[in-house]
């Protein structure tokens, strides 16, 4: 019970401080908000923008919530969860928060006209796929081990699938030991570490 009231506690002040940052204060930095000329001249493309800011972070807050009520942590590295989380939007695309966040900057971008929200969309982007490249999948591999490589190989990292994944593993258990790099069993009913 308390490591999930911490869990929740904790990923809502990782909410505001990492997507908070990257995908809220970052774009406002560099737009303050102003809307100018619509991208291609075509107002209607706004309303393409709002869908993308509803969309993104609506993943987001999926996904933050899933960490805590089912992982029983938070995507921050200082209380990872317990589990490999693989289900929910999981189920779909291995990096649902971090697809969510640059949905939510290109959305703000094309919201307001602005191609430099947009370039720093992009610039989002690359920086992420590289953090998940060079740190991230490496420490999820050392973590949860052939569960997290079954993982990988059925779930994209990126281009989500069209039907859900389901995991071979017929049981989950959390990770044990002062270490935490005991590897558990993967359920598509799991949590996810990040």
Known sequence: MWRRLFAI??????LFIAPGTIAGLGPWWISRWNVQDPLLGWVAIRWCGALLIGLGVSVILETFARFAWYGQGTPAPVFPTERLVANGLY????????????????????LLGDVRVLAYGAFVWVA???????????????????EYEEYCAAVPRWLP???????????????????????PRLSGEGGRRR
Do not use: C, K
Not at 9 to 14: D, K, N, R
Not at 131 to 146: D, I, Q
Not at 170 to 182: F, V
């Open 128 to 146: 992420v796929h590289m953090f998940v490249l060079v740190y991230e999948e490496p420490t999820l591999l050392r973590s949860y081990g052939t």
């Open 91 to 110: 189920r779909y695309v291995r990096n649902p928060m971090y697809w969510g966040v640059v949905t939510t900057i290109l959305g703000q971008g094309i």
């Open 9 to 14: 506690i904790g990923s809502a002040v990782f």
């Open 161 to 183: 699938r069209t039907q859900a994944w389901r995991s071979s593993s017929s049981q989950q258990l959390p990770r044990t030991g002062p270490d935490r790099y005991h590897s």
